[in-house]
């Protein structure tokens, strides 16, 4: 297998390119044109796209943000993490959260902070064996 590259994922054709990844895991996204204008418009909000690549192929993303608040202080908020299916268990979503977690720690963030579904038990093993502790719940309400 060629080596996976991880760089950004920034000019329209590669985020094109990614949609059908993201999908996989907010399959509430349909439309490709939209979601280009949904994420030019988080960028304005610090949201980046981190790509890995195999070949010309992307094969996974992370899309991640660098925030302060009074419980975290100065954090990195890991926004998606994905994998394309016929290419997980092959160590990209350690590489991709190991980069994200470089750029925290080279912007003197003190923690790396994510959620995760509670149906989710496949990604909550992958998390604790990344390092990342559960410490809360997150709540939702429908507006």
């Known amino acids: 297998m060629s080596p996976i590259n991880l760089r950004p994922v920034d000019s329209d054709v590669d985020l094109h390119a990614s949609f059908a990844i993201m999908q996989q895991l907010r399959p509430h996204l349909t439309d490709p044109a939209a979601y280009i204008v949904r994420l030019a418009h988080q960028r304005t909000q610090g949201y980046r796209l981190l790509g890995a690549w195999l070949g010309h192929e992307i094969v996974g993303l992370a899309g991640y943000r660098l925030q302060d608040n ?24 350690e590489k991709l959260l190991q980069a994200v977690r470089q750029q925290a720690v080279a912007l003197q963030c003190k923690h790396l902070v994510l959620d995760t579904g509670l149906h989710m038990a496949l990604a909550q093993r992958f998390y604790f064996r990344q390092a990342l502790l559960a410490r809360g719940m997150h709540f939702v309400e429908p507006l």
């Open 70 to 93: 009074l419980l975290y202080d100065r954090f990195v908020y890991v926004d998606d993490l994905v994998i394309e299916v016929a290419h997980q268990r092959r160590g990209i979503g």
